[in-house]
């Protein structure tokens, strides 16, 4: 089973990276003890985690636009999390309902 962070309906590559980035960087940490990635700096490390990241986000694209899809004949425009809102159910906050 894949226990790596999954994108979010209407998520672009850059709010996925900015939400995921500490998980790929601790994966790639924890790959430092076996050597995988052995004396990179904190930037290789941090460029290594998005090209990852990069790959799990467009190996999702065609499932996710499905649920975009979904959602949209649903009528729902954009998916906001309660953590990324601060937790507070109602009002402002979040990102625009952008799809691609």
């Known amino acids: 089973m894949d226990q790596t962070p999954h994108p979010r309906p209407f998520e672009s590559l850059r709010e996925f990276f900015a939400r995921t980035s500490v998980a790929w960087l601790e994966m790639l940490i924890a790959q ?6 052995k004396n990179k ?3 290789e490390l941090r ?8 790959e799990k986000w467009w190996a999702c694209r065609e499932e996710i636009r499905n649920l975009e899809d979904e959602q949209e004949e649903a009528g729902i425009g954009e998916v906001v ?5 601060g937790g507070s159910g109602g009002g402002g906050g979040g990102s625009a309902g952008r799809r691609r």
Do not use: N, P, R
């Open 41 to 43: 700096t904190v930037k």
């Open 81 to 85: 999390s309660l953590a990324d809102t």
């Open 47 to 54: 460029k290594e985690a998005f090209t990852i990241a990069e």
């Open 32 to 37: 430092q003890e076996t050597g995988a990635h």
